[in-house]
Nanobody, 115 residues
Framework: QVQLVESGGGLVQPGGSLRLSCANSGTIFRINAMGWYRQAPGKQREVVATISSHGTTGYAEAVKGRFTISREDTQNTLFLQMNSLKPEDTAAYYC?????????WGQGTQVTVSS
């Protein structure tokens, strides 16, 4: 079974940076657009950033200019570089295809932005 494993989260002060990684074990992701999603307590999961199989990227307005999504298909890995983090970025972050058609979400990685 194809698995998604997110990592790289943690506690960071406002203005800090983190780099998230998503390792996936299946080649299906190489031919699909991929996305990073996040879910804060009491809120619905939302898409944060997307990247096509050709490298075209898209970002939610809330993170545009601060986050950068990238992919390394030879390593089956998706990345999210997060700079200038804000308290409102606090959430569990997940990866999946875009749109999120793969039914087996990973465990996510927690990002907490607090002083």
């Amino acid at each position: 079974q194809v698995q998604l494993v997110e990592s790289g989260g943690g506690l960071v002060q406002p203005g800090g940076s983190l780099r998230l990684s998503c390792a996936n074990s299946g080649t299906i992701f190489r031919i699909n657009a991929m996305g990073w999603y996040r879910q804060a307590p009491g809120k619905q999961r939302e898409v944060v950033a997307t990247i096509s199989s050709h490298g075209t990227t898209g970002y939610a307005e809330a993170v545009k200019g601060r986050f950068t999504i990238s992919r390394e298909d030879t390593q089956n890995t998706l990345f999210l570089q997060m700079n200038s983090l804000k308290p409102e970025d606090t959430a569990a972050y997940y990866c999946n295809t875009y749109p999120p058609t793969w039914p087996h979400w990973g465990q996510g990685t927690q990002v907490t932005v607090s002083s």
